[in-house]
C-alpha cells in the first residue's frame, strides 16, 4: 500500500467534522441520554431551559400512549453554552456537544419561520441526523394555535429522527384525485373533516372573508391557492394521525394499516412504499424489545443540565494500526506525534463556532517530473485566516500558487519543515477572493506523494460560512450489500443546493474510485434540491478498509439556499363552531431571499473509514437489479399527460438501464398490488438515458373508451441487461379528458390490450422530448408539430366556412320562412 501523507488539519475544524451519533439508550421501554444542545448565539435566558423540560414531560407522555404504552422519555442531558452565566448545579459533559446532540435550539439563518424540522435523508425506517428547534419555538405561545402542543409537535419529529418514518401531508401536492374520483386533501388519515377555502384577501383571525374553491379542469384539481382547513377536535373523529398533524387532541395514533391512506401522493407512500407509518415503526428495535405494559405509569423525566468550560482531546487509534481517527480525520502513524502535541491543547466551547472551513484537500501520488494542478474558490463567506498547506513524501515540491490578481507564490514564501514535510503559506487579513490556482510539481526523478489542504475561517461572524460534510450509511459492511454515500452542503442550518459534489473512494492498496453524488430526488436520494448529495457505492475491490473524501464546487452561480424538509405542519387554519379562524400566513420566502450570493466556491470534506467484508475472489456476478424510480409524476398539459421521470441504471443508480416496462390502471390499489396484470403500454422504442437523467414520455390515447373525467394511475420498472426488473416505482396519476388532439408526430404499434380495465386497442404517441418543444429545429425549419396545428387550424376553418356558405345558400332559397 502506498502511504498517503495525509495533511495535519486544524484541530477545531476536525472538531466540528467530527462523525455524528447519537448516544441515546433504550432501557426497559425509557429512552436515556438524550441530548438537547442551545447554540451560543442564543440569548440568555433561563426560561427555555424550563420550557424544554415542560415540553419533554408532555412529549413523554404523548410518546407512551401513542406507541400504545411502550415507550417513554426518562432521562435529558440539556447542554447550556458556555456564554451563559455558569450554574451551581451545572455538571461538566463527558463526550456530549453541539454537533453530535439530539436536538439542536438556534436560530435560523434565513428568515423562513420557526418550522420545527428534522434533517433526515436516510431510507425508510433510517434515523435521520438532528432535530432543530428555534427558540421563538420554545417561547412563544402564539404558535401553539399554527402547530400544537409542544411536546406532541417533539414527538412527530422524534419519529422522524428514531424510526425513519416521514410526512403524510405534502406541501407541493396538497390535493390529488382518489380512486372515488373525488379531490382530496393529502393527509391521512382521509377521515380527518375539513372545508376547502382559498383566502380573498390577506388576514388571519376570525374577520377573513373566504370563498369556496374553484375546479381548475387543466389540472384536474382545485385551483391553486386552495388550502384544506380541519375541524376543530371538538368535531373530529379520527384518531390519527400524528405524521400529519399532532395539534388535535383527539390525535393520538399513528397510521396503521387500517386507516394508513395509501392513495396520498406524499413521502411517507413514496418512501416506504405504501406502508404506514405505524407498520415502519413496530418494526423498530425500540419497540420489539418494549413490549406493552398497560398498568404502568411513566416516570417523570429526570433532567442533567451540562456546561462546558474547557475540554481536551482524545486520540483514538484503530485496531489496525494503519490509521489513526482524530474526530474524523484519518491520521497516519507517523503523524501521531504532532497529534500527541494538539491533544494536551485546551478550548472553550464557544470557540467550536469559530471553526475553519475545509476549502481544499487533495493528494496524489506523483510520478518524476509530474504535477498535481487543480484550483480553489474563497467565496464571500471565507477569507480570514487563510493558509495553504502543501505535504509530501520525500522532497518539497515546486509549488506554484496565483492569486485572483496574478500574483504567484512559490516555495520561497512557503515555510517548511522537513521533519513533518509540510510547508504552510500563512495569509494575513482577508484573503482575496475569487480563483486560486495551484500546481505541485514533483522534481524527483522516483515517484512521490504530494498533497494540499486549504483552509480559511469565516469573513463574517454574523454570516455563517458554506460548510460540506460526508459520510457513509455504515461503517462495516458485507458484499454484496451495496452502500450509500451521503453528502450534506449548508450555510448555516439552510441547505445549499446546484453544485458538483465528486466523491473519492479509496481501498487501502490505493485503487482508487470517483463518482458524482447528486441531489435529483430520484433513487437513493429521497427530495431533489434538499442540500443532500447521494449516490450508491457498489465499485468493492477487495476486503479491507477504504477512506472516503468529496469535493465539492460551484464556478457558475448555480448554487442556491433551500429550506428544510420533514418538518412539522403549518396550519393555515381551522374550523370551530362554523367559524373559520386562519393562522397567520406564513413567513414569504421569496427566490431572492434563497439565491445564493457567495459565487463561486470550493469546499472538502473527510468522512473517514470503513471497512468491506466477504468480498469473493475473482471477477464479480451482476447482481445489483436497476433502482427503483420513485419519482414518476403525471402532469396533464394542454388536455394531454406528459409522464416524467428520472432515469435509473443498470446497477441500481449506475450505468443504463436497458428498457422500461410501463403499465397503467384506473385501480390505484390494482396498480399497486397486481402491477403485473395491469394494463401494459407499448415503450419497445423508447430508449433509456443514463442514471441521472431527465426522461419525458406523451401518452395520448386514440379511439379508446375512457370515460371524461377518468383517473389514469401509471406504475413503471426498469430492466437490466441480464432481465433484472427494478422494484415497482411510485403510483402517478392523471385525469383524462376527452378532447380533440391532433394527429401524433410518432405512432407506436397499438398496445394488447386484453385487460378487464381497458379493453379498447389504443395507440400512444412518444416524444422524448415534450416540455418546451420549440416550433422550429435546429435548421430553422418549422416542426413537424407546428405543421400539424397549422394543418388542423386551416381544416376547422374551412369547414367552417363551408358550412356559413351552405346556410347562406338555404336562406336565399327558402326567402321569406324562418329558418
Wanted: net charge negative; glycine share 6%.
Amino acid at each position: 500500500m502506498v502511504h498517503r501523507n495525509l495533511l495535519v488539519l486544524l484541530l477545531i475544524s476536525q472538531l466540528f467534522n467530527a462523525s455524528k451519533g447519537s448516544q441515546v439508550k433504550v432501557i426497559d421501554g425509557g429512552y436515556e441520554d438524550i441530548v438537547f444542545a442551545i447554540h451560543p448565539d442564543v440569548k440568555e435566558d433561563n426560561k427555555m431551559i424550563h420550557k424544554i423540560q415542560e415540553m419533554v414531560k408532555e412529549a413523554s407522555s404523548y410518546l407512551f400512549q401513542a406507541t400504545k404504552k411502550r415507550l417513554f422519555i426518562r432521562s435529558v442531558k440539556i447542554l447550556i453554552p458556555s456564554t451563559w452565566t455558569p450554574g451551581n448545579d451545572y455538571t461538566k459533559p463527558a463526550t456530549e456537544t453541539y454537533n453530535t446532540a439530539d436536538i439542536i435550539i438556534s436560530h435560523p439563518y434565513l428568515k423562513y419561520g420557526d418550522d420545527p424540522y428534522t434533517l433526515q435523508y436516510g431510507r425508510c425506517g433510517e434515523p435521520g441526523r438532528y432535530i432543530h428547534l428555534t427558540p421563538n419555538f420554545l417561547q412563544d405561545d402564539n404558535l401553539l394555535s399554527v402547530y400544537g402542543p409542544r411536546g406532541r409537535v417533539f414527538v412527530h419529529e422524534w419519529a422522524h429522527l428514531r424510526w425513519g418514518v416521514y410526512d403524510e401531508y405534502n406541501e407541493d401536492k396538497p390535493y390529488y384525485v382518489s380512486g372515488s374520483s373525488k379531490v382530496e386533501a393529502t393527509r391521512c388519515s382521509p377521515d380527518i373533516w375539513g372545508i376547502n377555502v382559498m383566502k380573498t384577501s390577506e388576514c388571519f383571525g376570525e374577520s377573513c372573508p373566504t370563498k369556496a374553491c374553484l375546479f381548475d379542469s387543466a389540472i384536474g384539481l382545485y385551483e391553486e391557492g386552495c388550502v384544506f382547513l380541519p375541524y376543530t377536535s371538538t368535531s373530529q373523529f379520527s384518531q390519527e394521525s400524528i405524521m400529519y398533524t399532532p395539534a388535535f387532541s383527539t390525535v393520538t395514533d399513528f397510521c396503521d394499516s387500517n386507516t394508513h391512506n395509501t392513495e396520498a401522493p406524499n413521502l411517507q407512500n413514496r418512501m416506504c412504499n405504501f406502508r404506514s407509518t405505524w407498520d415502519v415503526i413496530k418494526d423498530s428495535t425500540d419497540i420489539s424489545f418494549s413490549p406493552p405494559r398497560p398498568d404502568f405509569s411513566p416516570p417523570v423525566p429526570s433532567f442533567t443540565l451540562m456546561q462546558y468550560r474547557d475540554r481536551g482531546i482524545t486520540v483514538v487509534r484503530d485496531a489496525s494500526g494503519s490509521m489513526i481517527m482524530v474526530g474524523s480525520r484519518i491520521i497516519q502513524p507517523f503523524q501521531m506525534q504532532y497529534w500527541l502535541v494538539l491533544s494536551r491543547t485546551i478550548i472553550n466551547f464557544a470557540i467550536c463556532f469559530i471553526i475553519n472551513t475545509q476549502l481544499e484537500s487533495t493528494d496524489l501520488d506523483l510520478k518524476p517530473r509530474a504535477c498535481l494542478n487543480g484550483t480553489i474558490f474563497i467565496d464571500r463567506t471565507v477569507g480570514n485566516d487563510t493558509s495553504f498547506m502543501v505535504t509530501w513524501q520525500t522532497a518539497i515540491p515546486d509549488i506554484h500558487l496565483q492569486d485572483p490578481e496574478g500574483i504567484i507564490y512559490t516555495q520561497v514564501q512557503f515555510s517548511s519543515t522537513a521533519t513533518s514535510k509540510l510547508s504552510t503559506l500563512q495569509l494575513s487579513g482577508t484573503a482575496k477572493r475569487g480563483r486560486w490556482d495551484y500546481g505541485l510539481c514533483n522534481p524527483l526523478t522516483s515517484n512521490q506523494v504530494v498533497g494540499i489542504t486549504a483552509e480559511s475561517k469565516a469573513a463574517d461572524n454574523n454570516v455563517p460560512p458554506i460548510i460540506a460534510s460526508c459520510h457513509m450509511n455504515s461503517n462495516t459492511n458485507d458484499y454484496p450489500k451495496p452502500m450509500v454515500i451521503y453528502a450534506s452542503l449548508s450555510q448555516g442550518l439552510v441547505p445549499v443546493t446546484g453544485a458538483k459534489v465528486t466523491a473519492m473512494i479509496e481501498s487501502e492498496s490505493g485503487t482508487l474510485v470517483t463518482t458524482e453524488l447528486l441531489d435529483n430526488g430520484a433513487g437513493v436520494d429521497i427530495a431533489i434540491n434538499d442540500g443532500i448529495y447521494s449516490r450508491y457505492f457498489t465499485s468493492f475491490t477487495e476486503n479491507g478498509k477504504y477512506s472516503l473524501k468529496v469535493r465539492v464546487i460551484s464556478e457558475d452561480n448555480q448554487s442556491r439556499l433551500t429550506l428544510p424538509r420533514s418538518r412539522a405542519l403549518y396550519i393555515p387554519g381551522y374550523i370551530d363552531n362554523d367559524k373559520i379562524f386562519l393562522n397567520p400566513p406564513k413567513p414569504n420566502i421569496t427566490d431572492e431571499d434563497l439565491q445564493h450570493n457567495c459565487g463561486a466556491f470550493s469546499r472538502a470534506a473527510s468522512g473517514g473509514s470503513f471497512v468491506v467484508s466477504n468480498i469473493p475472489s475473482g471477477v464479480l456476478p451482476d447482481i445489483h437489479t436497476p433502482e427503483k424510480i420513485s419519482d414518476l409524476e403525471a402532469k396533464l398539459v394542454q388536455f394531454r399527460t406528459i409522464l416524467s421521470w428520472t432515469a435509473t441504471g443498470d446497477d441500481l443508480d449506475q450505468g443504463q438501464a436497458s428498457k422500461y416496462e410501463l403499465r397503467m390502471n384506473t385501480d390505484p390499489q390494482r396498480i399497486r398490488d397486481h402491477f403485473e396484470t395491469s394494463t401494459l403500454v407499448n415503450t419497445d422504442s423508447f430508449i433509456p438515458q443514463p442514471a441521472g437523467f431527465k426522461e419525458n414520455f406523451l401518452f395520448v390515447p386514440e379511439s379508446i373508451t375512457i370515460a371524461n373525467g377518468t383517473t389514469l394511475y401509471f406504475a413503471i420498472v426498469a430492466i437490466d441487461k441480464m432481465g433484472q426488473k427494478s422494484d415497482r416505482s411510485n403510483i402517478a396519476q392523471s385525469v383524462f379528458y376527452n378532447v380533440p388532439l391532433p394527429p401524433p408526430t410518432t405512432s407506436i404499434p397499438n398496445a394488447d390490450t386484453t385487460r378487464q380495465e381497458l379493453t379498447t386497442a389504443h395507440k400512444l404517441t412518444l416524444i422524448t422530448s415534450v416540455l418546451n418543444t420549440p416550433s422550429k429545429d435546429s435548421n430553422g425549419k418549422i416542426s413537424t408539430l407546428a405543421i400539424t396545428a397549422i394543418v388542423c387550424s386551416a381544416v376547422v376553418l374551412i369547414c367552417l366556412i363551408v358550412c356559413i356558405v351552405i346556410c347562406v345558400e338555404a336562406c336565399k332559397k327558402n326567402k321569406g320562412h324562418h329558418v
